[in-house]
């Protein structure tokens, strides 16, 4: 079974540009949870979808959005880049919202704001 | 931030010898997970214990969970050079969200 897969793995953009980063969960895996890694902040939760729907969210400015599409396939946008938005974004797959269930993760997409 | 504490920091040991990591969260959980991490790459799943257990063990690793004093200690024996990464402490809060503590950065040395 294939794991959960993140695209682009690297990214380099300017400030003020806009990112999408995408994230395939692992097959029959519905729910979708996106998370920022940096040295300062460490791993904080960004926003978590079930069913195309949005369960939850992290405490992240309206820059970050994202989307779930009929087949769990998952997007986060950035929109008006800060160099502080540099970061590794991870992507977790877990058959349901996450209960009693772990949660699979994705190698990341490491974004770099110039 | 959103975190729970981990302690160490850091911690560096013989091949061999135990490795012991402690983590402190902040609000009722519905159970707490423990990833490993090499080298900035994606998080690998090592064991969950729920809020209702108190000890769990999986292969080298065990782990306890102190739901009164909200900590969780992982306890890896025997430890081996690949072992070597950093180790993070994850609690279920209810709402399904993941709240990651700072992490361990443990090394092995051979």
């Known amino acids: 079974k294939a794991g959960v897969t993140q695209t682009p793995r690297y990214l380099i953009k300017t400030r003020g540009q806009q990112v999408t980063l995408s994230c395939s969960p692992i097959s029959g895996h519905r729910s979708v949870s996106w998370y920022q890694q940096t040295p300062g902040q460490g791993l904080q939760f960004l926003f978590e979808?079930?069913?195309?729907?949005?369960?939850n969210k992290g405490n992240f400015p309206g820059r970050f959005s994202g989307r779930q599409f009929s087949n769990s396939r998952s997007e986060m946008n950035v929109s008006t880049l800060e160099l502080g938005d540099s970061a590794l974004y991870l992507c977790a797959s877990s058959p349901v919202p996450q209960m009693n269930t772990e949660a699979f993760f994705g190698q990341g997409t490491r974004l770099t704001v110039v | 931030s959103q975190q729970g504490e981990e302690d160490p920091q850091a911690l560096s040991i013989q091949e061999g010898e135990n490795a012991t990591m402690n983590c402190s969260y902040k609000?009722?959980?519905?159970?707490l997970q423990w990833y490993r991490q090499n080298s900035g790459r994606g998080l690998v799943h090592l064991i969950l214990?729920?809020?209702?257990?108190r000890e769990k063990h999986s292969g080298r690793l065990r782990v306890t969970l102190d739901t009164s004093k909200k900590s969780s200690s992982l306890l890896i024996t025997a430890s081996r050079a690949a072992d070597t990464a950093s180790y993070f402490c994850?609690?279920?809060?209810?709402?399904?969200?993941?709240?990651f503590g700072a992490g361990t950065i443990l090394r092995v040395k051979s």
């Open positions: 609000t009722s959980i519905n159970n």
């Open positions: 979808y079930f069913s195309e729907t949005q369960r």
């Open positions: 994850a609690a279920l809060e209810y709402g399904n969200k993941l709240v």
């Open positions: 214990i729920r809020s209702n257990e």
